[in-house]
């Protein structure tokens, strides 16, 4: 397994904390991705959730099955459950653009 495998697996949780607004620990998203890969990843979550999440009148829609409405919680829950693997493949390309773009 790549570095950007087993980092994109472990990220999951973060951009779908991130697509429902919901609260999450950055000291520990900084962990994760060490000190050097923190600003690209901080990017690549931002913008995958951006992706995948759409708000309209404050409920939550989902871009990747175009299911509604949805609740914070079960909007996270959704996308843990049902897509996780449509995020991880997400993470792992924005992340291989992000780190060929250096």
């Given at each position: ?66 299911k509604g409405t949805f609740t914070k919680r079960g909007f996270y829950l959704h996308l ?23």
């Open positions: 397994m790549s570095r950007v495998d087993v980092l994109s697996e472990r990220l999951i949780e973060f951009v779908a904390r991130l697509a429902s607004r919901m609260s999450y620990d950055q000291r520990k998203l900084a962990v994760i991705s060490g000190s050097s890969m923190y600003k690209i990843v901080c990017k690549v979550v931002t913008r995958v959730s951006d992706y995948i999440s759409e708000n309209r009148d404050g409920l939550f829609w989902c871009r990747l099955c175009n843990v459950r049902v897509h996780s693997f449509e995020i991880k493949s997400l993470i792992e390309e924005e992340l291989r653009r992000e780190l060929r773009a250096l």
